[in-house]
């Protein structure tokens, strides 16, 4: 509140505060001494008539006098200030009073004391009379007491002085105070004004009224202030006016530049259109390029891979293998141009496409095995058991900061071996965060280096760049596209005990293809022969997830004594699988070795590295399958499968989705595009009406409904785009449900596929196209999008009697061979199993109907895991029918609940899903 007042406030305040609290210190110490100075003279006459009353009633009391005593006592109570008066006899028994009748008293003994009347407060005396008041001299001797006087003194009359005095002072401070106040002020204005004068012009000076002056204020101190104020002014105003020059001298200057710049700003323009121009012909150029080249490339990699799937020698095989990756490599050029143009526009655009990540990661082994075992290293993946393999993402960036990470472990490793390594750090629903990391044995990099090795044309040590070469470019793109992903990517490194270089990321799940690596190998016996103890643990996991049951073995002799032993029994030993180097294993005693399990019935495969398989294979047998290592598992499962069985498998698919058939339309003008991919989409059991134009697909989609189409972008006549904008118009105007519209395009440029969705299209892929991404596309938009019938709605209810309740061979093929596996997903079945009935009943009483269909398409989908064929296609056919919204779902869902009774009802006796 202080800080609130002005000058004036706190002159007046800091004047009168003082003042009024000696006023108030002195008044308040002068009354108290007056009013005690009023009682001690009231005590004193009360002392003084006291005494004398005693002397005169002293007599008159000896004689028993009353009607004396009485006289007495009534003149003394005419006195000042005496209220009562009364006599009592020796022993206090009263016996003459004048005056209000006296309240009895407390006081034991004589003297004075305070009493309290009706009116306020007295003060009373209790005086004995003795026999010496009957003398002016006092005699000496014994006392005799005669009577006792009680005298009660009023103190209204000293009250009233004592205020009267009190008044008298409050008035005299009152106008001391008002006199201070009145000075106070006066002086408050005499200091208040000056300063007002000078806030004032300070606040001129502020606006900018720069020739203000003070004037004389009255005072020595005011006015040299004032003085210093006007002379800050005069500079100020100086300093203004060589600015206001300066700034006209400067204003000129600006002129005749901004001249010279606008006419470099004209040139600059011109300058931007003509480069702005050649980055558009730069950006046209390659994306014709990118079309052009990627549409053979897409037919040369499709019927490579059909023919891959015919039957094949292992010779014709390799060729194949060969053309594949050289294709592959082809493709990846392709990619690094266009990424260098999309890195220069800062227009990197990342695919989200499905993947299975261990392919994707021994696929990158594979690429560099022959320089790794040129050094002779030892190339290892080991991918967690728990890791989710099917992703969505972009698989050719991931491939590619796996490749450079991969080729600079190798550069930088004389001795030892590179081990990749991916595993799960964290699940959710629908997301994985992995961690995949590629470690080495080489020279590894200080902490000094590492802080500049992800620095584009930067490498931990320059020397090193003649010897294993490289631009230093590798780490600092990975780096950005890692970023791009959402994820990190890192360094933990000892020098000279290698490097280790880790990627964390976070991956959606796709959804995993229809694929089964045990096929004809579950439950067959196996051994296997590998010196590396990490080589090892990889290899075994292959060969288990490719169903085998794998026995390991230490050396030669002893792999030989196993599989005699089990030659005899029940069980042999059907495969034999064998690591082997020339310097450690020559192959001539392979040879003899292999005619030796030979004669036990028991097949070889040799995996050796790929710079020593072609001396194997022609020293050892030209019949005996020789493969590279690292192995990829799905080529180590086609030829245990091939060499136990006879025959080549293939990739065939069934049908993708059982019990339904998909009309599918596909647009290309390409010819040999056009019959690649129909045949890949009569693979996978889809009835495929096939066209060259834009035109044609018009017309078809006007005489036919398709549940799905895939439509070429670039066209000649009318384009993709064209052809999708009139295929909605007839919808729009028949009233039909809208058709999925899936493009398939060459181009790779930031915006395309921004562009496509706007133009009516729902999805989007990019040639070259394999099986796996149509499947994904088949089964994404198939679930979301058909609500047309794709099988007759007449079609009767599945004889779910003639299909087993439960088949525990298909449960034990279906958990890859792993009887445990199997057991546990029967268990997790039949575990929910009354819940999901109980689930379903509730959303068909609520009519909820996309509840129901929910809650049957988890049921389908757990029973796909398991060997239960009876409940498995009743689930099947009422999540059709619900999907159609048919008038036979009702019965449908009758069906599914009998099965579902049926499958718990004998739950007890399905205790082992393998048979006995």
């Not at 010496?132 to 001299?137: C, D, E, F, G, P």
């Not at 103890?533 to 060969?543: S, T």
């Not at 005693?589 to 995996?607: E, G, I, K, S």
């Not at 299209?761 to 070259?768: A, E, F, G, I, V």
Request: negative net charge; proline residues 4%; hydrophobic residues 40%.
């Amino acid at each position: 509140m202080f800080k609130d007042l002005g000058i004036k406030g706190r002159v007046v305040m800091l004047t009168l505060l003082p003042s009024c609290l000696l006023a108030l210190l002195l008044g308040g110490y002068f009354s108290w001494l007056h009013f005690q100075q009023l009682h001690a003279q009231l005590q004193q006459r009360g002392n003084l008539l006291a005494e004398q009353i005693a002397r005169d009633t002293a007599r008159p009391l000896q004689r028993q006098d009353l009607p004396r005593l009485q006289e007495i006592i009534q003149q003394a109570l005419q006195q000042d200030d005496v209220r009562a008066l009364r006599l009592s006899d020796p022993q206090r028994i009263p016996l003459l009073q004048a005056g209000p009748r006296l309240q009895p008293s407390q006081a034991p003994t004589q003297g004075w004391h305070r009493v309290a009347t009706g009116n306020g407060e007295a003060w009373r005396l209790l005086l004995p009379i003795l026999d010496q008041h009957l003398s002016i001299t006092p005699t000496r001797g014994e006392e005799q007491l005669l009577g006792w006087l009680e005298l009660e003194l009023s103190q209204e009359r000293a009250l009233l002085l004592g205020y009267r005095h009190l008044l008298g002072a409050l008035l005299f401070s009152l106008a001391a105070l008002l006199g201070g106040t009145l000075l106070a002020l006066r002086l408050g204005r005499a200091i208040e004004q000056p300063l007002q004068h000078i806030q004032q012009g300070v606040a001129r000076l502020s606006e900018g009224h720069l020739d203000t002056r003070l004037p004389h204020l009255g005072s020595h101190d005011l006015d040299a202030l004032a003085s210093g104020i006007n002379r800050m002014a005069e500079s100020l105003q100086d300093a203004q006016e060589e600015l206001y020059n300066s700034i006209e001298q400067a204003t000129e200057d600006v002129r005749q530049n901004l001249e010279t710049i606008e006419i470099q700003n004209i040139e600059l323009d011109l300058a931007r259109k003509e480069a702005l121009e050649t980055s558009r012909i730069k950006s046209e150029f390659l994306a014709n390029m990118s079309h052009e080249i990627r549409t053979p490339l897409n037919a040369m990699l499709g019927f490579t891979q059909l023919l891959q799937k015919s039957s094949l020698t292992a010779r014709q095989r390799d060729y194949l293998d060969t053309i594949e990756e050289s294709t592959n490599n082809l493709l990846a050029i392709i990619n690094g141009v266009l990424d260098i143009s999309k890195i220069e526009a800062g227009r990197l655009i990342l695919d989200n496409s499905p993947f299975n990540l261990r392919d994707l990661i021994q696929d990158c082994l594979t690429v560099f095995a022959p320089n790794a075992h040129a050094k002779h290293l030892e190339l290892i993946c080991l991918v967690y058991r728990d890791t989710p393999l099917h992703l969505l993402g972009d698989s050719l960036r991931l491939r590619q900061v796996l490749s450079n990470l991969i080729s600079n472990a190798i550069k930088f490793t004389e001795h030892g071996d590179i081990v990749v390594r991916a595993m799960l750090e964290d699940l959710h629903d629908d997301r994985a965060q992995l961690r995949i990391s590629v470690q080495d044995s080489g020279i590894g990099v200080t902490e000094q280096d590492q802080q500049q090795l992800f620095r584009a044309f930067s490498q931990a040590d320059n020397s090193l760049t003649r010897q294993a070469g490289g631009s230093g470019l590798g780490l600092a793109i990975s780096k950005q596209l890692i970023e791009l992903m959402g994820g990190e990517i890192g360094l933990e490194s000892v020098p000279g005990q290698g490097a280790e270089f880790w990627i964390s990321l976070s991956l959606p799940l796709a959804r995993a293809d229809a694929e089964d690596l045990a096929g004809q190998l579950a439950g067959r016996r196996s051994i296997m022969l590998e010196a590396h103890p990490l080589a090892a643990q990889a290899l075994q996991h292959q060969l288990e997830d490719c169903g085998l049951q794998v026995q390991l073995a230490s050396s030669l002799t002893d792999l030989l004594e196993q599989v005699g032993r089990a030659a005899s029994s029940a069980e042999p030993i059907a495969c034999a699988v064998i690591a082997a180097r020339l310097a450690e294993l020559p192959a001539n005693q392979l040879a003899r070795h292999v005619q030796q399990l030979r004669q036990l019935n028991c097949q070889t495969l040799v995996l050796c590295p790929t710079n020593e398989q072609a001396s194997y294979q022609q020293q050892v047998d030209e019949q005996l399958p020789v493969l590279g290592k690292p192995l990829c598992t799905s080529k180590l499962q086609k030829t245990l499968t091939a060499l136990l069985t006879g025959h080549t498998p293939g990739t065939q698919h069934g049908p993708l989705l059982p019990g339904i058939t998909l009309d599918v339309l596909c647009v290309d003008d390409n010819p040999a595009n056009l019959r690649l991919v129909k045949t890949l989409l009569e693979d996978l059991g889809v009835r495929v009406c096939a066209v060259e134009g834009g035109q044609q697909a018009v017309d078809a989609c006007a005489q036919q409904h398709f549940d799905l189409i895939f439509m070429d972008v670039q066209m000649p006549g009318m384009d993709g785009r064209q052809a999708t904008q009139l295929i909605r118009q007839q919808e729009q105007h028949s009233g039909r449900s809208t058709t999925p519209i899936v493009a398939l395009t060459a181009h790779a440029l930031h915006d395309e596929k921004r562009q496509l969705l706007q133009s009516g299209m729902d999805d989007y892929l990019s040639k070259p196209i394999s099986t796996r991404q149509l499947s994904q596309t088949l089964l994404k938009w198939s679930s979301q999008h058909l609500t047309h019938s794709v099988v007759p709605t007449d079609q009767p209810l599945p004889n779910l009697s003639a299909l087993p309740l439960f088949d525990a061979e298909e449960g034990l093929r279906l958990a890859a061979g792993k009887t445990m596996l199997a057991a546990d997903m029967l268990d997790m079945l039949l575990g929910g199993l009354a819940d999901d009935r109980t689930a379903i009943r509730q959303a068909r009483e609520d009519n909820a109907r996309e509840l129901l269909l929910e809650r049957v398409h988890r049921l389908h989908g757990a029973t796909r895991y398991c060997g239960v064929p009876q409940l498995r296609q009743a689930c099947q056919h009422c999540e059709t029918l619900l999907k159609q919204n048919a008038p036979e779902s009702g019965a449908a869902l009758d069906t599914l609940d009998q099965a579902i009774a049926a499958l718990l009802d004998n739950a007890g006796q399905l205790s082992s899903p393998h048979p006995a």
